[in-house]
């Protein structure tokens, strides 16, 4: 079992930038792929970011590419996401996942455990 919390969200202008963590319990957070994903109003949820088991792979969508940094920490049993020059589109709550294998997917199916997800909104 994997327990997830998000924090660091909060109210931001555009261009600004926050920095969103989530702290996982368990001994299985090193082992695991992890993402980051966003859920708009009416909108269903959608990929951000992925990072490998040990950090070196990263998967980012073409929306953030350029503005967001995912980054893990497993001996904090950490992740990380990194939001530069943030917009009013990337509005939503955003939920960090732990996937089922040691690489992270695109895929919502392929994550087993999410956090209850943190409010991010950006004011134009």
């Known amino acids: 079992q994997v327990q997830l919390v998000e924090s660091g969200g909060g109210l931001v202008q555009a261009g600004g930038s926050l920095r969103l963590s989530c702290a996982a319990s368990g001994r299985t957070f090193s082992s695991v792929g992890m993402g980051w994903f966003r859920q708009a109003p009416g909108k269903e949820r959608e990929f951000v970011a992925g990072?490998?088991?040990?950090?070196?792979?990263?998967y980012y969508t073409d929306a953030v590419k350029g503005r967001f940094t995912i980054s893990r920490d497993n001996a904090k049993n950490t992740l990380y996401l990194q939001m530069n020059s943030l917009k009013p589109e990337d509005t939503a709550v955003y939920y960090c996942a732990a996937s089922r294998t040691a690489y992270a997917s695109i895929y919502l199916h392929e994550y087993r455990y999410w956090g209850q997800g943190t409010q991010v909104t950006v004011s134009s």
């Open positions: 990072i490998s088991y040990s950090g070196g792979i990263t």
